[in-house]
């Protein structure tokens, strides 16, 4: 046999570590690649961090940036909590934060840019509300402090509905309808493999829990400052609602992504980068 | 009408996709009740509703100009896709829609199968 010059792999690093959150162990998978300034990634309900492979090879910004992206626990490649078998998942506002922030501080993170994306886009919402100085600045990618369900969540997770086909089923419509077919697909495929009730669990904290118009006017983005872009056929964040939220708090950013939806990474990845990278040339100074 | 029939048993992909669907749905376009009668995923029959106990499974409605708008190559927001039209107020839904959500891409789908296929888009 002759020798090939090996695979050509990705710049992509991932590996397993144990992370402690409110007392119990989770078996969480993260991925990075880059080096520079670091730039936590969070991915959307129902969902993991394969949504943010493109962001993790993209070389321009990798040059700058160190890129990490985990699946929450219940998520892609990280475990439940031993003894799940036993409850129901349903995040929570509270939840979210101790996890984000128990991430952080287990990489011993040095102010890092926080980016999510639907509950991730809201979840940076509120930690630039609560710990506004332990972050270089947030970016909310279709996240709102304020939204309105628009289908009964129930129908996510019984026994006669397939609930990975449904979750994609619900989704598909929050994507641009000319993002490439490829992309699109793969952003579905993601959310038919989600574990049972994930999404519906997720959905608690986007939907239920997660509202803070009332105080998302107290964010000071002089200490944080905040991005909110907001894709055009997203018909759950959508621009009015981002809108919405840009107006109440003083000083964020908002830019509307025109041909784009609720999964602007994943869905049409070179379209987003042209609004991302400017974005974080100006955070990066 | 015609051209829904012949476009969506012209898609085989679609037809793979609902080869579990068989049953009559509604479909309400404009002032005009369409009864769809579905045979392992491909349109066997399409007709007008003549009475008025001719319900279907469930109904799905919406304004004819609703539905032109989706069927365009490129369809504005909120008329993309059918529970962005319910989401928005643009259609309505009713019945026993437990066969929808059992296969709502192929549905969602097949209501967009008159749209032209992506090849086809300007």
């Known amino acids: 046999m002759s020798k090939t010059a090996g695979p050509d792999y990705e710049a992509i690093t991932g590996r397993y570590f144990n992370l402690q959150i409110a007392g119990a162990d989770h078996r969480i998978y993260v991925e990075e690649a880059g080096q520079g300034i670091p730039l936590v990634c969070l991915h959307t309900a129902g969902a993991d961090a394969r949504q943010f492979r493109h962001i993790l090879c993209d070389e321009e910004l990798t040059a700058n940036y160190r890129v990490i992206a985990f699946d929450a626990p219940w998520h892609g490649k990280s475990n439940p909590p031993p003894g799940w078998q036993d409850d129901d998942y349903q995040l929570t506002t509270v939840g979210y934060k101790d996890l984000v922030q128990a991430f952080c501080a287990a990489l011993d993170l040095d102010r890092p840019v926080l980016m999510g994306c639907s509950m991730g886009g809201r979840i940076v919402l509120h930690l630039a509300l609560s710990t506004p100085d332990d972050y270089r600045a947030v970016i909310a990618l279709e996240g709102a402090d304020r939204l309105q369900p628009y289908y009964d969540t129930s129908w996510l997770n019984r026994p006669d509905v397939h609930g990975g086909m449904v979750s994609a089923g619900f989704v598909s419509g929050q994507i641009a309808p000319q993002s490439p077919a490829e992309y699109r697909f793969e952003t579905l495929w993601g959310y038919m493999q989600s574990g049972p009730g994930i999404f519906q669990g997720d959905l608690h904290f986007y939907w239920q829990d997660g509202d803070f118009d009332d105080r998302s006017g107290d964010i000071d983005t002089a200490r944080c400052p905040v991005y909110l872009l907001s894709g055009e056929y997203d018909n759950s964040c959508t621009p009015e609602r981002a809108q919405a939220t840009a107006e109440r708090i003083k000083g964020s950013k908002l830019t509307v992504m025109t041909g784009l939806g609720h999964f602007p990474m994943s869905e049409n990845p070179a379209l987003f980068r042209q609004h991302l990278l400017p974005l974080l040339q100006e955070i990066a100074g | ?122």
């Open chain 2, 1 to 122: 009408m015609d051209g829904f029939q012949a476009a969506a048993n012209g898609d085989l992909s679609l037809i793979r996709r609902g080869r579990w669907v068989s049953l009559e749905f509604l479909w309400g376009i404009g002032e005009s009740d369409y009864l769809i009668l579905l045979r392992e995923g491909r349109v066997a029959e399409v007709r007008l509703r003549t009475l008025p106990i001719e319900t279907g499974m469930f109904s799905i409605r919406a304004a004819q100009e609703v539905w032109i708008e989706h069927w365009r190559p490129l369809p504005k927001r909120d008329y993309h896709d059918l529970f962005s039209m319910l989401s928005a107020g643009l259609a309505s839904l009713d019945g026993e829609i437990t066969p929808l959500m059992q296969n709502l891409l192929y549905f969602k789908d097949l209501l967009a199968a008159p749209r032209p296929p992506p090849a086809a888009q300007s």
